[in-house]
């Protein structure tokens, strides 16, 4: 038998998320974890396996700590994904101002993801600029605020790539102004709330990373880890999801 607990913490606070990780020492035998990557919490992680804990990082990985395995997208090539497809949408040549939003760039997956993304801008669309880059931490009246505030000082902004989350706050930001539909906006993850915005116009497209997947393979993975037997892993694959292709979820 397999007994799943799920335990939430509000914010990204990086000792906060460590304090919980010591706690669980002596309470379980295998924990994955959505981790900021900052010192106290590689270490919590490190006293997790000193316990003979097995670790999992999901989603975003933390590098240098004793973990089983990462499970998740490659997030610098998604980052490059949406980049192209930003230039894509904007129309080759085309010149426009760009902005970014990122939930922490303390999680290594978000900051992987803007890596990518400016990358492919700089290499395949120097006519794009950059013009902001916000931390949002995931909340939708931050994110409102912030994109009514960029709107504000750039009215001839072009295109928004969020990173996190906090889409429906950017689209409510949006349609206030009348830029639902002439705005190019790409986000992350099929939700209710972005399957509402594809089918809407309001976001263009959104990449996917199946979290469906990568729980089930994180709970595989762990389970044959405490047990000592191997197991092949099966990442979760970037897809991306337009208005005519959206999943069930």
Do not use: C, W
Request: hydrophobic share 40%; net charge negative.
């Amino acid at each position: 038998d397999l007994d799943v607990h799920i335990a939430t913490i509000e914010g990204f606070n990086p000792d906060r998320l460590a304090r919980l990780l010591q706690d669980l020492r002596g309470q379980t035998q295998g924990v994955g974890v959505i981790a900021l990557d900052h010192p106290t919490v590689r270490e919590a992680i490190r006293s997790l396996s000193a316990n003979d804990i097995k670790v999992v990082t999901i989603a975003s990985d933390i590098l240098h700590v004793p973990r089983v395995a990462y499970i998740g997208i490659d997030n610098r090539a998604a980052g490059r994904l949406a980049g192209y497809l930003l230039n894509r949408f904007m129309g080759s040549g085309r010149p426009g101002k760009v902005a970014l939003f990122a939930g922490s760039l303390s999680y290594r997956g978000h900051e992987e993801r803007e890596m990518g993304f400016r990358h492919i801008l700089t290499e395949e669309s120097p006519n794009l600029q950059i013009v902001e880059m916000r931390e949002m931490l995931d909340d939708r009246e931050k994110a409102y605020s912030e994109a009514s505030a960029l709107l504000e000082r750039h009215p001839d902004l072009a295109a928004i790539y969020n990173v996190g989350a906090g889409n429906t706050g950017i689209a409510r930001a949006l349609k206030e102004r009348g830029r639902a539909q002439s705005m190019v906006f790409l986000g992350h993850e099929v939700t209710d709330g972005t399957k509402d915005l594809l089918l809407d116009g309001t976001l263009d497209a959104v990449i996917d990373q199946n979290p469906r997947v990568e729980a089930r393979e994180a709970l595989n993975t762990l389970t044959h880890a405490v047990r000592g037997l191997p197991y092949e892993l099966h990442q979760p694959r970037l897809q991306v999801i337009f208005k005519e292709n959206i999943p069930e979820i």
